[in-house]
């Protein structure tokens, strides 16, 4: 599959296209459309590209500008461009830290903030 397009009222409402690992089973790049008027939804940009890691878990979302200078945010918080994560994982390839970067690349800046969580697993 290398899109998905959700369609109403005779037009795109939505769309996803996904780029696949050249060697492996796995997508690495996730771009995401949503029309802006679409159920009163906001979105901070009507266009997001999602690229993954082998686990499938998003490393950089990057928000694409509508328009050159479109402002990035919610009200008065503006955000970057682009946000970046790196993940600590279990044994089982789930992650439990997820480090989120939103003032930089991990590797020339401190996280914002981290994700934690406890998972349980169950015999069956």
């Known amino acids: 599959m290398t899109q998905v397009t959700y369609f109403g009222c005779n037009d ?3 769309f996803e296209k996904y780029v696949y690992h050249p060697e492996q089973e796995f997508v690495t790049e996730r ?8 159920r009163g939804i906001e979105h901070v940009t009507q266009t ?28 008065s918080i503006a955000l ?7 993940y600590e994982y279990d ?3 789930n992650w439990v830290k997820c480090y989120i970067y939103m003032e930089g690349k991990p590797e020339d800046s401190e996280p914002t903030a981290i994700a934690q969580r406890d998972l349980e697993y169950y015999d069956d």
């Open 80 to 86: 970057p461009e682009s946000i970046y994560y790196t």
């Open 31 to 38: 771009t995401r459309f949503i029309k802006s008027s679409m």
């Open 48 to 75: 997001m590209v999602f690229y993954h890691n082998e686990n499938g878990d998003i490393i950089e979302k990057k928000y694409v500008r509508n328009r050159p200078n479109q402002y990035l945010g919610a009200s």
């Open 91 to 93: 044994q089982y390839n």
């Open 12 to 14: 795109t409402l939505a």
